[in-house]
């Protein structure tokens, strides 16, 4: 498929945005729009994925559209396809899971028209050439999802999440648009060629390093950047939260990589040491408040930012490794960091489609709610547990199989000659090891609390098995998520060109290795065989079926289970979402976040119910956007004056404005 080709199916999605709005009335028009986002999808991923293995050569087109001294310039490059297979392929799976999901959506109307243009919209922020293409595609990615965030904007905090959510993607359009114009330099040139063409100074090179960390990780998540992701991604439909927290914040990566490892030319040995430092605390930090939540979605927004300070951490130490010339551990740190954002869009997609599930059959979103629903939706219980497994890093599934790499990457720091770096990232590695412990036990208390145990509300006790297309989406996310651990060794085969493109070497080949095994230094010194673990798994649960259910005893016996001394055994005995993470919740509270509990015990004789409320304060909040909004109000009404000037005083602000633009413009060239 040629890049006009895929321009022409790009064009066909926007189209589908005025379609539905045109004809909100029609039946079938739910069926039209996903219908026709999964079938541009399956054909914009698969036309991706032939030309990455095919190792196609870059292709250009220049479209007379925008300004006209300049015209739009689109541009595919191995880098760009990865990254619109992962944006094609997810919508794809969103779409496909809507059609039947979609059917309980109550704003419809404000649901169908922007989902194919955000779809869109992510599609030309890959295939963008030039910084206005980008820039305008970025904006209406932002303004398409904050409209999905909004469609349900009479619901609880929604409208505070929208609002939140266009600032912060105000403020990280602003960040990209000061890094192309320092790209740009004097010559104001933004085609992506140009920028290519002449290497900034050192010190604006840092300068476009700290504009791309704040306007690509402000929309991605990192830390302080993330208070808008636990907000907005809850509010939206959950086949759109699936699309902005497994695809969306791979676009935002997508920018990073193209600013930092592509436009802005050589790269300082420093510049990793930001990136690693900021990508382990978003880890901790966001693992540490997926654990003090009880709304299943919520949980998962917390969960992406983990796994976006995961990813920015081996994006760091690629740096690191390419900018003092160690090519292997570069290009491995870099594999690490690609397969992880294709393994994070496999199962953060199947996760939110669990408990799109789970809202759909129950109501309910809060998982001191729920329980038992496993032996009501089997099926997708089975798939949430894949999904939060392999969100877990447990082996054989794919989030094993690239934080391993990770870890592989960091062992071979011990060779930088820069002692910065050889303090830092053990210390980063230790975060990164604790964040991943603590994700196990935020998967558990997920799983755990929802879907095991006894129901704990009438909603849960009367849940029932999805629909089959929600049931096929998942299913399919699944298998990808234990064939990618089963299989590394072809992923990261298939990522080599991208590799190569960024930081110039790629690892050797492994899918050629003995029972695809993957030895990412040397087989001598470590090695992961997916299939043999998946094999020793499969296996020892067969053996053990056939122990207990042929040799054991015929006898059969029925008897209470032992109850450890309290016979009642309601659900109000079993452990909720606040018990489970009440010792995390007492050791981190001091410092990382701010807990208050309140206890209300009644006396002996007093027939009321004990009361346990929770209250989880983000000190983002106060430590950073409070002061800002704060000097924002006291700006503005300082400010409020102006409104109430002489004509003659305006004209001279006016003539000052002038003389210090003019001045601005002398200095600069």
């Not at 300070?309 to 690609?338: D, K």
Request: net charge neutral; hydrophobic share 55%; aromatic share 10%.
């Amino acid at each position: 498929m040629t890049l006009a080709g895929d321009l022409l199916a790009i064009g066909a999605l926007l189209a589908l945005g005025p379609f539905a709005l045109a004809l909100p009335r029609v039946r079938a028009l739910p069926y039209v729009v996903y219908g026709g986002v999964f079938l541009i999808g399956v054909l914009l991923s698969g036309g991706a994925l032939q030309r990455l293995f095919a190792g196609a050569e870059p292709q250009a087109l220049t479209l007379p559209l925008g300004l006209p001294w300049l015209g739009a310039h689109f541009r595919i490059d191995a880098l760009s396809a990865f990254f619109l297979a992962i944006v094609d392929f997810g919508a794809a799976a969103a779409s496909f899971y809507a059609l039947g999901y979609g059917r309980h959506e109550k704003a419809q109307g404000r649901v169908l028209p922007f989902f194919p243009v955000f779809v869109a919209a992510m599609n030309l922020v890959v295939l963008a050439d030039d910084a206005y293409v980008f820039l305008l595609s970025w904006e209406l990615m932002s303004l398409a999802s904050w409209a999905l965030v909004m469609a349900h904007h009479g619901e609880g905090d929604n409208a505070r999440a929208g609002y939140v959510y266009i600032l912060m993607a105000t403020l990280g359009t602003f960040a990209l648009l000061l890094a192309f114009g320092l790209l740009g330099g004097a010559d104001g040139d933004m085609a992506f060629g140009a920028m290519r063409g002449h290497a900034p100074a050192p010190a604006v090179a840092g300068a476009v390093l700290a504009l791309a960390l704040i306007g690509a990780g402000s929309k991605a998540g990192l830390t302080p950047l993330h208070v808008w992701l636990p907000l907005a991604h809850p509010a939206a439909p959950s086949h759109v939260s699936a699309l902005m927290s497994g695809v969306m914040t791979k676009v935002a990566i997508y920018g990073f990589l193209r600013i930092v490892f592509d436009l802005v030319g050589p790269a300082s040995w420093w510049w990793g040491v930001p990136m690693m430092a900021t990508g382990a605390a978003t880890a901790v930090v966001g693992v540490l408040f997926a654990l003090l939540h009880n709304d299943l979605k919520r949980v998962l927004a917390y969960s992406t930012i983990e796994n976006i300070g995961v990813i920015f951490v081996a994006l760091g130490l690629s740096l690191a490794f390419e900018t003092n010339g160690r090519s292997t551990a570069a290009a491995l740190a870099m594999t690490a960091a690609l397969f992880h954002i294709l393994n994070h869009s496999l199962f953060k997609s199947l996760l939110f489609f669990g408990s799109g599930a789970v809202l759909t059959a129950t109501g309910e979103r809060d998982m001191g709610r729920l329980g038992g629903l496993l032996n009501r939706m089997p099926a997708t219980g089975l798939f949430m547990l894949v999904g939060a497994a392999a969100i877990s890093a447990l082996p054989p599934l794919n989030g094993f199989a690239s934080e391993w790499l990770i870890f592989q990457a960091i062992l071979l720091s011990p060779s930088l000659p820069s002692w910065t770096l050889k303090l830092e990232i053990p210390a980063v590695g230790a975060l990164l090891a604790l964040a991943a412990a603590l994700a196990g036990a935020c998967f558990v208390r997920l799983f755990g609390v929802s879907f095991l145990g006894r129901p704990r509300g009438e909603a849960a006790r009367a849940a029932k098995e999805v629909d089959r297309f929600s049931l096929v989406a998942m299913g399919a996310l699944a298998a990808l998520c234990l064939a990618a651990g089963v299989l590394p060794g072809y992923a990261i085969d298939a990522l080599s060109p991208i590799v190569r493109q960024l930081v110039g070497a790629h690892m050797a080949p492994q899918s050629d290795l003995a029972w695809f095994a993957i030895a990412p230094v040397a087989e001598s010194r470590s090695s992961y065989d997916g299939m043999l673990v998946f094999l020793f798994i499969a296996n020892s649960a067969l053996l053990a079926a056939v122990v207990i259910h042929r040799l054991a005893s015929n006898a059969m016996r029925i008897a209470p289970a032992w109850d450890c001394g309290f016979p009642d055994s309601g659900p109000a005995t079993q452990y909720t979402p606040e018990s489970f993470a009440q010792p995390i919740r007492r050791v981190f509270a001091g410092f990382v976040f701010r807990a208050r509990e309140q206890v209300d015990m009644p006396a002996p004789g007093d027939p009321r119910p004990a009361r346990f409320d929770l209250a989880v304060q983000d000190l983002v909040w106060d430590l950073v956007y409070r002061p800002v909004a704060r000097g924002v109000q006291a700006g503005a009404d300082a400010l409020n004056g102006l409104q109430f000037l002489t004509i003659r005083q305006y004209l001279s602000l006016v003539f000052a404005a002038l003389v210090l633009l003019l001045l601005a413009l002398a200095i600069w060239t």
